[in-house]
């Protein structure tokens, strides 16, 4: 009797061991910005946060395709129509964004900049089934640099989102 539950107990803990390597495909939206409570703002330092904040997305995306757990989903135009929502209150619309390109999971991205010296990063992934949080942090930047903001990147993904390196 004692080698039946054995042998089944290892049966459940493969089969729950394949469900947990299975690939998920995830799409990645593209990062929304808020610079409106930083004064003094420049049109020169918009221009430099708006190729920071892409740098920001095209970050998540390597580490995500280096990731072995997601397989990130091909939709540039369903992932830009985030820019005509405001995440928080859009009612989940991340959700149906995701279930429109066919992924089982989608990442949302905000960086706020509250003066240049005070900027919050962002980012969490969501079941498109449910909604549930698999994974979310924020890390605060304490600088304006383009080494900053791709050092607050990695330590979020990484730590906080669980994603590997590119």
Known sequence: MRGIVVAAVAVLLA???????ETRSVLLLEPQFDSSAADGQTA???????????AVGARLEA?????ADYRPVDAPDVAREIANYNIGS??????????KAGAD????????????MLINVSAAIYAVSDGAAVAAGTVVINADTDEDWRRAVDRLATRRLGLPMP
Not at 46 to 54: K, P, S
Not at 63 to 67: F, H, I, K, T, V
Request: hydrophobic content about 50%.
């Open 90 to 99: 859009c009612g989940r619309c991340e959700l149906m964004l995701g279930r």
């Open 105 to 116: 999971l989608v990442v949302v991205t905000s960086v706020q900049k509250l003066s240049s």
């Open 44 to 54: 020169e330092m918009e221009a430099a946060d708006r190729v920071r904040i892409a």
């Open 63 to 67: 580490m995500l395709r280096a990731s």
């Open 15 to 21: 089969g729950g061991a394949a469900t947990a390597a």
